[in-house]
């Protein structure tokens, strides 16, 4: 065990006792069992993060403050105004500790670009991989006390200020804010981009806000990504990344490379198979998309497949990677470093519309990228398969669209 962890450890059991309290009599106070608290007395177990927030809150404790100054005794930490937190509450104070964690690695990162969150994932103990620490990043994930202190750790922060709103930190907006910031930018007309290419738009935008963060807070979503997009563009946007089921199991990427790959000129690898699909119809290696009420199935025009996506699949992915979205249209003239945006509507965009996703890709808004190789070694390497959609057809995903800035 970490020295740091010890420590926070080691002031947790021994508030425990100073509370004089049995482990039945905290138990029944915090909703956990008896054998739960034995064994975080006793050292064995280390409590996750709503455990924590549950014993902290029912002994009348703020856990930010117990964090702030992990060597003072109960009655110094002893707040009778606190009170045992709901799971609602609990879950709210989670989704800030993940804002929190995004916010500050992505301000490390603006400072020092190796600082990513495939970094981040290492520095507390993983393999490279995004993947559990996504699920942290959203919200998602009851994250054990042990990688609670990793990610301060990693971060250079108090665990109190991962718990604590930072927004002021960092420059993030709330909802009324932008929106009366909108109509400010708004009536300035057509303003010159800050940054040729397809980014302009948004990149423009955050400046024009005073945005460090693309992330609009809402009161009851915790936070909403922020995107810019030029009315009726052709540019396409990713959505997710998400593997599809098959019969084949954890084989199905070999299966494909060895199947439809084609030969590669590039030094590391012997065969790709990187291509876009659409339900359209056929694309040149074979592959479209089929749409069914309950999947979307990857077919072969001549080699039977058993490769798809279900309807849960698709909807938990969708709404962990976008639960909400701030949707702002630009008007655009001229072109590279002369191009110029009018920011004439913003909505808000809630709650996954499966069958608008559905429809999307029936009729080829939306796409599928399968981008993968075979490394020398013979080793699949998956960079990912992409949902990507045009930016313009977005909404047609979300079941609920509020106006917040009106054309």
């Known amino acids: 065990m970490d020295k740091e962890l010890k420590n926070y450890m080691d002031s947790l059991i021994s508030i425990l006792y100073e509370t004089n309290l049995t482990a039945t009599e905290i138990a029944k106070r915090s909703g956990l069992s008896t054998s739960q608290i034995s064994r975080i007395l006793s050292g064995k177990c280390l409590p996750r993060f709503s455990s924590l927030c549950k014993i902290f809150s029912s002994l009348n404790i703020d856990i930010r403050l117990f964090f702030k100054n992990p060597n003072w005794s109960y009655s110094e930490l002893l707040n009778d105004k ?130 460090t963060e693309n992330n609009i807070s809402l009161p009851d979503l915790g936070v909403a990504e922020l995107k810019a997009a030029r009315r009726n563009t052709s540019s396409m946007l990713t959505l997710f990344t998400k593997e599809p089921l098959s019969d084949k199991g954890r084989k199905r990427d070999r299966y494909l490379l060895e199947t439809f790959a084609y030969d590669s000129d590039k030094e590391d690898r012997i065969k790709e198979l990187y291509t876009t699909i659409s339900a359209l119809d056929y694309n040149a290696q074979g592959f479209k998309l089929e749409v069914t009420n309950k999947e979307i199935r990857l077919i072969h025009k001549d080699i039977p497949l058993d490769v798809y996506w279900t309807a849960e699949l698709l909807q938990k992915t969708f709404e962990d990677k976008l639960p909400a979205l701030v949707y702002v249209y630009a008007d655009h003239i001229g072109e590279d470093a002369d191009e110029h945006f009018h920011y004439t509507e913003a909505r808000l965009l809630k709650g996954f519309d499966f069958k608008g996703f559905m429809k999307a890709v029936q009729d080829g808004y939306i796409k599928v990228d399968l981008r993968m190789h075979m490394k020398n070694n013979g080793r699949p390497r998956n960079h990912g398969t992409a949902f990507r959609i045009l930016r313009s057809h977005l909404p047609i995903c979300f079941k609920e669209q509020q106006i917040l800035v009106k054309p």
Request: overall charge positive; aromatic content about 4%.
């Open 82 to 211: 606190i009170s045992l937190m709901t799971d609602d509450e609990i879950k709210k104070l989670r989704c800030l500790l993940s804002q929190n964690i995004r916010l500050i690695q992505y301000n490390k990162k603006r400072l020092n670009p190796h600082f990513t969150q495939s970094h981040l994932s290492k520095l507390i103990g993983g393999d490279g991989s995004t993947k559990s620490l996504e699920r942290i990043l959203r919200g998602k994930h009851d994250l054990s006390f042990e990688k609670l202190i990793a990610i301060s750790i990693a971060l250079n922060v108090n665990p109190a200020k991962l718990l604590t709103d930072t927004r002021s930190d960092y420059n993030m907006m709330d909802i009324k804010t932008f929106i009366k910031k909108l109509e400010e930018i708004k009536a300035k007309g057509y303003i010159r981009t800050l940054r040729r290419g397809d980014t302009g738009v948004g990149h423009t935008l955050e400046q024009e806000l005073g945005l």
